[in-house]
């Protein structure tokens, strides 16, 4: 199992450019999670899904879309990419019943100029 | 903000030595969770302690919860230089719906 993978690793973009973020796993879980963290900082969640076909606002969700059309994917765009998004964006997942662990991804360095 | 706050920021020891980190909180949890992350890396979790559960242990790891003072801490043992790495607690509040609040983490380097 690759457990929680995300692409691109790494990504530039100048301000005003749009992209997505693909979160992908193979453990068949109900809950993903987007999160982004920032030097010297914890992570904060931007969006999460609860199964397939649903989101939810995290903590700092503007600026920021999802979508889980597949239970197993979990993109996060960005319309507009600004400066302040400039950040380390992790995936994670986390199975249903009980209290359980989340997974994360490796994450994908994002700096936007 | 945060929920979880973690003390120290930073901790620097000697292998062999014992190390501590503390993680403060501000709301009923469901439990509390611990997370390492290696330097670039993902985060990976290392225990999960439940609110009726006041100690737990995972090899040379040690976990344990009061509820009344709102705060966990988490010892590692032994330590060897492969456990510097930043660790987070991340509470599970009551009414969250699975979602998890990360601390600002605890920066451990463990010196050859």
């Known amino acids: 199992n690759a457990g929680v993978t995300q692409t691109p690793k790494f990504r530039v973009l100048k301000t005003g450019q749009s992209m997505t973020l693909l979160c992908a796993q193979d453990?068949?879980?109900?809950?993903m999670y987007w999160y982004r963290q920032d030097p010297g900082m914890g992570l904060r969640l931007i969006h999460y899904?609860?199964?397939?076909?649903?989101?939810a606002k995290g903590e700092v969700p503007d600026g920021y879309n999802v979508s889980r059309l597949k239970k197993q994917n979990f993109l996060l765009g960005l319309e507009s990419a600004a400066p302040s998004q400039t950040s380390v964006y992790f995936c994670?997942?986390?199975?249903?019943?009980?209290?359980?662990?989340?997974?994360f991804g490796p994450g994908t360095r994002l700096t936007v100029l | 903000s945060q929920q979880g706050e973690e003390d120290p920021q930073a901790l620097s020891i000697q292998e062999g030595e014992n190390a501590t980190m503390n993680c403060s909180y501000k709301?009923?949890?469901?439990?509390l969770q611990w997370y390492r992350q290696n330097s670039g890396r993902g985060l990976v979790h290392l225990i999960l302690?439940?609110?009726?559960?006041r100690e737990k242990h995972s090899g040379r790891l040690r976990v344990t919860l009061d509820t009344s003072k709102k705060s966990s801490s988490l010892l590692i043992t032994a330590s060897r230089a492969a456990d510097t790495a930043s660790y987070f607690c991340?509470?599970?509040?009551?009414?969250?719906?699975?979602?998890?609040?990360f601390g600002e983490g605890t920066q451990l380097t463990v010196n050859p």
């Open positions: 302690i439940r609110s009726n559960e």
């Open positions: 899904s609860v199964g397939e076909g649903t989101t």
């Open positions: 991340a509470t599970d509040q009551i009414g969250s719906g699975s979602r998890l609040t």
């Open positions: 453990m068949n879980h109900e809950y």
């Open positions: 709301t009923s949890i469901n439990n």
């Open positions: 994670a997942s986390k199975g249903a019943g009980g209290p359980r662990e989340q997974f």
